[in-house]
Antibody, heavy 123, light 110 residues
Framework: QVQLVESGGGVVQPGRSLRLSCAASGFTFSSYGMHWVRQAPGKGLEWVAIISYDGSNKDYIDSVKGRFTISRDNSQNTLYLQMNSLRAEDTAIYYC????????????????WGQGTLVTVSS | QSVLTQPPSSSGTPGQRVTISCSGSSSNIGINTVNWYQQFPGTAPKLLIYYNNQRPSGVPDRFSGSKSGTSASLAISGLQSEDEADYYCAAWDDSLNGGVFGGGTKLTVL
């Protein structure tokens, strides 16, 4: 069965950086696009970024463009989110999520989710 | 506010049928498929409906989805107390080149 395990969250000061990781297992990681989705405390879901199965295509929500970078290591079955210049409004649970369609450069939707890792940006 | 519009709350009594609406536009629901997710407090979302009206294995057939034009709906029949949760619709938006979610609907079983 699909397993997605996030790590790397924590408390960080505004303006600092953090890197999230997501270890994937139970499926052919290199065949699927992957997403990061976040949820601020008490709020709804917000899509953050996507990377295609081969890493050639990446897209971001406007509010993180130029600050966050999504990447993947298909040899290690791991997804990353490098977060720089963090702001208070980036405080959220960050979920790693798998796309439901293999070998596409865009998205058909998310089918599996990790348990999330909490990022708190505060001085 | 969210790109996809859902009612913030809905309620029903056990056994009743409830529907949750999701309104979008020509750049998202109008040309792409819709997924629905169920989320309980403190847990990750779970896929409930994909490709507008398909149920993953293990999801009861009490849950059904539909789409028409730029809107979609989730219907829950034979409402049960364990259905009390938050429900989110989602789609890809070709203009934004990104995923979009509804604001979520909190379902209360009275």
């Amino acid at each position: 069965q699909v397993q997605l395990v996030e790590s790397g969250g924590g408390v960080v000061q505004p303006g600092r950086s953090l890197r999230l990781s997501c270890a994937a297992s139970g499926f052919t990681f290199s065949s699927y696009g992957m997403h990061w989705v976040r949820q601020a405390p008490g709020k709804g879901l917000e899509w953050v970024a996507i990377i295609s199965y081969d890493g050639s295509n990446k897209d971001y929500i406007d509010s993180v463009k130029g600050r966050f970078t999504i990447s993947r290591d298909n040899s290690q079955n791991t997804l990353y989110l490098q977060m720089n210049s963090l702001r208070a409004e980036d405080t959220a649970i960050y979920y790693c999520a798998k796309d439901q369609k293999e070998h596409i450069l865009s998205s058909h939707g998310i089918d599996d989710w990790g348990q999330g890792t909490l990022v708190t940006v505060s001085s | 506010q969210s790109v996809l519009t859902q009612p913030p709350s809905s309620s029903g009594t056990p056994g009743q049928r409830v529907t949750i609406s999701c309104s979008g536009s020509s750049s998202n629901i109008g040309i792409n498929t819709v997924n629905w997710y169920q989320q309980f407090p403190g847990t990750a979302p779970k896929l409930l409906i994909y490709y507008n009206n398909q149920r993953p294995s293990g999801v009861p057939d009490r849950f059904s989805g539909s789409k028409s034009g730029t809107s979609a709906s989730l219907a829950i029949s034979g409402l049960q107390s364990e259905d009390e949760a938050d429900y989110y619709c989602a789609a890809w938006d070709d203009s934004l080149n990104g995923g979009v979610f509804g604001g979520g609907t909190k379902l209360t079983v009275l």
